[in-house]
């Protein structure tokens, strides 16, 4: 079940699944701490701010990388400035400008720096790829690496979850279940390019929507708008996403 796309464009497909959307999609959820789903997928969890980042489609390819701690220093450097009051959907937001800064700064050493939204039929096993699957078992790592020091307050890390249904592919994402509420949100690295601030979008909406009730918009979606104020903080020189 890690094969990810977004939606599958089949009209017969989008006809049945139309007709059925009333009965809502599947998700595939599994017992056990998130780092059960290295396991699942033949990779490691992070040690210490060592991560084995996932490419080339379904974990194919791994490579190991160590976060310094001046890279530690400069991602907490940007969430405190990125955050404008201490919430959970501030946190939120400075989470998904880490996890961008994360993968720029990975994508030198592990050949990514060219990855693409979404999939392409032709990306399996090329290393400088990442489908869903790839992002969702990075992005936990990320986030892991960020619960370690300390970086994540308001959330806790959980295992990464699917969804699908007659007419979308299996889709698979970062998860965060904020503490407060016990809302979950889903965190979505493959909706843009390497280094695009990711989707956070509450789980129940995200993708394929639990219901017909689910359909609270993503909390970033756009990657135009640039914030000059993170310049000095980015390691690729610029940061890019919409800020609300």
């Given at each position: 079940m890690?094969?990810?796309?977004r ?27 998130p780092?059960?789903h ?41 969430m405190?400035?990125?955050?404008r ?22 994508a ?26 790839d992002?969702?078992?990075n ?21 990464p ?84």
């Open positions: 890690s094969y990810c796309a939606p599958l464009q089949a009209p017969f497909a989008v006809l049945i699944g139309f007709a059925l959307s009333s009965v809502g999609g599947c998700v595939y959820e599994q017992q056990g701490p780092k059960a290295f396991g699942q997928f033949s990779t490691k969890p992070p040690e210490g701010d060592t991560v084995t980042v996932c490419h080339a489609y379904g974990c194919k390819a791994q490579t190991p990388f160590s976060f310094t701690s001046s890279d530690i220093a400069e991602i907490s450097a940007v405190m400035h990125v955050r009051v201490d919430s959970p959907s501030e946190e939120r937001r400075a989470i998904a400008y880490a996890i961008s800064w994360m993968e720029r700064r990975v030198p050493t592990v050949g990514t720096a060219s990855d693409q939204p979404s999939i392409s039929f032709l990306g399996s096993g090329d290393e400088s790829q990442q489908d869903c699957v992002e969702a078992t992005t936990t790592s990320y986030l892991l690496v960020l619960e370690r020091h300390g970086l994540i307050q308001h959330h806790m890390v959980e295992r979850f699917a969804k699908d249904d007659l007419s979308h592919w299996t889709h698979w994402a970062a998860l965060i279940r904020e503490k407060e509420s016990g809302e979950r949100f889903a965190i979505d690295s493959s909706s843009g390019a390497n280094g695009e601030n990711p989707t956070v979008q509450s789980a129940t909406s995200f993708y394929v929507p639990d219901g017909p009730y689910d359909n609270k918009p993503p909390e970033r979606s756009g990657y135009a708008t640039t914030d000059p104020g993170l310049t000095g903080f980015s390691y690729s020189g610029s940061d890019t996403g919409s800020i609300r």
